[in-house]
C-alpha cells in the first residue's frame, strides 16, 4: 500500500479543533474507476455531452501523483481558476498536510484555518473534490465494474482540494466523520436565495435534490434575463434606426412635396396670368383651380383627377408656346434694325471692325 503522510495526529475517524481553533478533518479525496465529464471539460469538439474517463489504479496511486497532494491548499467551492501565488490568498481556507491509499481510495489529511469553511463543514458540507491537471487520452475499454469508458486519465497532479457541496467521485469522496453507526451524516444548510437570508436544515439527499432544483432554475432565470436584456437592446437598436429612417424619409418627403407645390403654381401662373395660389397646397387643387380660372363655365369640382391633370398639362404646354412665340415677335424688331443699320453702312463704303474692344476699354480707364 502507498502511503505518504506528513502528520499522523489524529485518526481518520475523528475531528479535531486546535488550540487556535483551526479544524483538523481527514477524508477521502479521490477513487479509482469511471467518471462522468462534460465533452466541452475535455476540449472535444461537438455538442456537449457526458464522456466516461476511467481513473486506473496505477495512475490514481502513482507516488509521482500521490507526491502532489503534499502542502496544496483547500478551497471551500472550487475557485475560477487552479490556485497559485496570486490567489491563493483569495482562495485558500487551509491545506493538505497528508495522502495515504485506502484500497481503491485516496485519503488526505486536512487542517482548515478558515471560520466560514470550518462553519460549512460542521454544518454537513462534507464532500471533497480535488482541482488537478491531468493528460486525458483516448482509449476506449471496459473498466473491471463492467462500466464502459472512452478515455483513460492519466499523469495526475493535483494543484488543490476543494470542500464542495456535491462531488464527482459521489458521496464516497467525503470528510470522515466520528459519529457513530446509525446516526445519519451531518446534515447540511441549504440557502434557498443568492443572498442567503433564508436557508433550512436537509439531510444530504434532500439537499442534493434541492440544491440542484434551485440550480437550475437560476439557470432558467439568468438565461431568460440574458435573452429579455438582448432583446431589449436590440429593440433600442431597431427603434433608433426607424426614427432616424423615419426623420430621413419625413424631410426628403416634405420636400419633395413643397418643390411639387411651387412648380405647380408657376406653371398655373402661365396658365391664368392672374392666378392666386393663396390658400392651396395640394397640386392637384392648384390644377383645378387654375383650369376653373380659366374655362369658368365647366363644372372642375366634379371632374375626375385623371381629367384635370390632363387638361392642365395641355393648357401649360399651350401657355408655353405662347410664351416662346412672343419671345420671337420681341426679338424681331431688334433683328430688323440691325439688319437696316448693316445695310445702311455697307452703302456708305464703311464696315464693322472687331478688333477695338481692348484699345477702347483701356481709353475708357484712362490708360495710354
Known amino acids: 500500500m502507498k502511503r505518504m503522510t506528513l502528520d499522523e495526529a489524529f485518526k481518520p475517524t ?24 462534460v465533452s466541452t471539460e475535455l476540449d472535444l469538439p461537438g455538442p456537449a455531452r457526458i464522456i466516461n474517463v476511467y481513473r486506473p489504479p496505477g495512475e490514481v496511486f502513482a507516488a509521482d501523483s500521490m507526491s502532489t497532494y503534499a502542502h496544496k491548499d483547500v478551497t471551500n467551492d472550487h475557485p475560477d481558476d487552479l490556485v497559485d501565488s496570486t490567489t491563493f490568498k483569495e482562495v485558500s481556507v487551509g491545506h493538505v498536510r497528508g495522502v495515504e491509499q485506502d484500497g481503491q481510495t485516496l485519503v488526505v489529511d486536512l487542517i482548515i484555518k478558515e471560520q466560514g469553511a470550518i462553519d460549512d463543514i460542521q454544518s454537513g458540507k462534507s464532500e471533497l473534490s480535488p482541482g ?49 453507526k446509525g446516526v445519519p451524516m ?51 437598436e431597431l427603434s ?10 419625413t424631410d426628403a418627403a416634405i420636400g419633395l412635396r413643397v418643390k411639387a407645390t411651387l412648380d405647380t403654381i408657376t406653371q398655373a401662373a402661365k396658365v391664368v396670368k392672374s392666378f392666386d395660389a393663396k390658400g392651396l397646397v395640394s397640386p392637384l387643387e392648384i390644377k383645378r383651380a387654375a383650369m376653373a380660372q380659366l374655362k ?22 399651350e401657355a408655353e408656346e405662347k410664351e416662346e412665340e412672343e419671345e420671337d415677335d420681341d426679338k424681331k424688331p431688334t433683328n430688323d434694325s440691325l439688319k437696316r443699320f448693316a445695310d445702311d453702312a455697307a452703302k456708305r463704303g464703311t464696315k464693322g471692325t472687331f478688333d477695338g474692344t481692348k484699345a477702347y476699354n483701356a481709353f475708357l480707364r484712362g490708360e495710354q
Open 14 to 37: 475523528s475531528r479535531m479543533i486546535t488550540p487556535e481553533g483551526y479544524l483538523c478533518v481527514r477524508g477521502v479525496a479521490a477513487t479509482t474507476g469511471v467518471y462522468q465529464y
Open 132 to 180: 488537478y491537471e491531468a493528460e486525458y487520452v483516448e482509449a476506449p475499454g471496459i473498466a473491471p465494474d463492467g462500466t464502459p469508458y472512452e478515455f483513460e486519465q492519466r499523469d495526475i497532479h493535483i494543484n488543490h482540494v476543494a470542500v464542495v457541496d456535491a462531488a464527482r467521485a459521489g458521496k464516497v469522496a467525503r470528510i470522515f466523520d466520528h459519529k457513530p
Open 186 to 236: 451531518a446534515q447540511r444548510k441549504v440557502f434557498l436565495d443568492s443572498k442567503k437570508s433564508r436557508s433550512i436544515i436537509l439531510d444530504e439527499d434532500a439537499a442534493t435534490v434541492v440544491e440542484e432544483a434551485i440550480s437550475a432554475l437560476e439557470g432558467v432565470a439568468e438565461e431568460a434575463e440574458k435573452r429579455a436584456d438582448e432583446a431589449e437592446a436590440k429593440a433600442d
Open 240 to 249: 433608433d434606426k426607424l426614427e432616424e429612417s423615419v426623420k430621413a424619409t
Open 296 to 317: 369658368p363655365t365647366r363644372d372642375w369640382a366634379s371632374k375626375s383627377e385623371a381629367y384635370v391633370l390632363a387638361s392642365f398639362d395641355a393648357a401649360a404646354d
